[in-house]
């Protein structure tokens, strides 16, 4: 493609013509005759990586202030919000050609999309998935990365997508993608808000911009589908008079096998984003009815003991409320859950996840969850506020945990669901929860 093209999809005049074969906004990922993108992230300004593109065939660039080489430079307010026109352009508007139903919201997002999948499946729509724990194209598994990929990743995803066959994508849309411009050159067919609480609030600041980031995205979508039964669902319900809405009391006409009453709420979610797709309800049906389970959310872990054990990702206060509010019905004794909270995200719900589990469960075990660069007692600290037990080794806490547990009892695993490695200072570590439980339980 001409560069003159591209530039004029993200609004830069007067652009020489060069071929352009490829984009790119990783040095490793630069080949011969690459526009790369020198965007300005939170840790890194690529500005500084330019030469080194350059050198490795990029043939012209990407910029927010010039840099000193002789090759073409687009120069915008911003690389970020460029990439997402561009890679759209260039893959040639993908997302027009293929129906993506997205969910947004701060809990359900990945049961949304995995129920949303089945649906599609069954209704004959081809769809491919795209989530934080599993990616299939054409049918195919791909390795996961970002809920929300790069802009240029997503945009080359879509096109792999119909390419090999697929006509669908059910997909996360995160709000920090969506502030980020990862989703900027998308169309949504379908658009669904689940929920929003407490997370997230180190990126974002302040509750009023997590949601003005969720209600943008809204302007992406051909087709909105809220949750009125949640105070920003019943706001943005407000402002989108044309959504279609539902609550979680609603009557969901069909068998779902998923537990939990939080998953009753996904169901209802995922159908009425299928209706506004057209599809029918004897499809609806069967692919509610077709999903068991999702990894790591709400996932039974059996090895034959005598009391239940569930791993679940949540990581917000209402997401561990939820959890442990189902896990209750699970048997008549004692609920305990080992839980924490991640370093380097927002400091504030620490004590509030703490609360819950103390509200909620009978035993409450506060344990390592992906510190990244804090320090794991600190953490853990903020979330018992001295109230609550520490063991901070995970192994250890689980243990813990199961060595209490007595027949009828129900042990919860939440933070970290079907993630398989621990984000410490020093990189990452493996560590699956549902396999240390089964060892555990084997032993």
Not at 230 to 247: I, M, N, S, V, Y
């Amino acid at each position: 493609m001409d560069l003159n093209r591209l530039a004029e999809a993200i609004g830069v005049a007067g652009a020489p013509s060069v071929e352009i074969l490829d984009l790119a906004y990783d040095t490793h990922a630069v080949a011969p005759g690459s526009l790369f993108f020198c965007f300005v992230g939170a840790r890194h300004d690529l500005h500084h990586l330019a030469p080194q593109a350059v050198e490795s065939g990029a043939v012209a660039l990407v910029v927010e202030r010039r840099v000193d080489l002789d090759v073409p430079q687009l120069l915008v307010p911003s690389v970020r919000g460029a990439m997402g026109p561009a890679a759209a352009c260039f893959f040639g508007e993908p997302s027009q050609e293929l129906d993506v139903a997205a969910i947004t919201g701060t809990n359900g997002k990945t049961t949304t999309a995995f129920l949303l999948h089945s649906i599609l499946d069954e209704a004959g729509r081809r769809p491919a998935l795209l989530t934080n724990i599993e990616r299939r194209i054409g049918g195919e598994q791909r390795p996961t990365g970002l809920n929300t990929p790069e802009s240029i990743d997503l945009q080359r995803l879509f096109r792999e997508m119909l390419d090999a066959g697929d006509r669908s994508c059910a997909m996360e849309a995160t709000s920090i993608a969506g502030t980020q411009g990862r989703l900027a050159g998308t169309r949504f067919a379908v658009l669904v808000f689940t929920n929003l609480t407490q997370d997230h609030l180190d990126f974002h600041g302040t509750m009023e911009e997590y949601y003005a980031a969720k209600r943008a995205l809204f302007s992406q979508a051909e087709r909105a589908v809220v949750n009125v039964g949640d105070e920003w669902g019943a706001r943005l319900a407000a402002e989108l008079p044309h959504a279609r809405t539902f609550a979680p009391d609603d009557e969901l006409p069909f068998v779902l096998r998923l537990r939990g009453r939080f998953n009753h709420t996904n169901a209802l979610g995922a159908m009425w984003a299928a209706r506004e797709l057209g599809i029918d309800d004897d499809a609806i049906a069967r692919g509610l009815e077709r999903v068991d389970g999702v990894p790591g959310r709400f996932e039974s872990v059996e090895q034959g003991q005598p009391f239940a054990v569930i791993v679940d990702y949540a990581h917000t206060p209402d997401s561990l409320v939820n959890v442990l509010q189902a896990a209750r019905g699970l048997g008549d004794g004692k609920l305990i859950v080992v839980f924490g909270a991640g370093g380097d995200r927002d400091r504030d719900k620490r004590p509030l996840m703490g609360r819950a589990a103390a509200a909620h469960a009978d035993r409450a075990i506060v344990t390592t969850d992906n510190p990244r660069s804090e320090d794991p007692a600190a953490i853990a600290a903020q979330v018992a506020e001295g109230r609550l037990e520490i063991v901070l080794d995970r192994r250890r806490a689980i243990e813990t945990a199961l060595a209490d547990a007595a027949p009828g009892d129900v042990v919860v695993i939440a933070g970290k669901g079907a993630d398989t490695e621990m984000e410490i200072a020093t990189g990452n570590v493996a560590f699956d929860d549902r396999e240390v439980a089964r060892e555990l339980l084997s032993s």
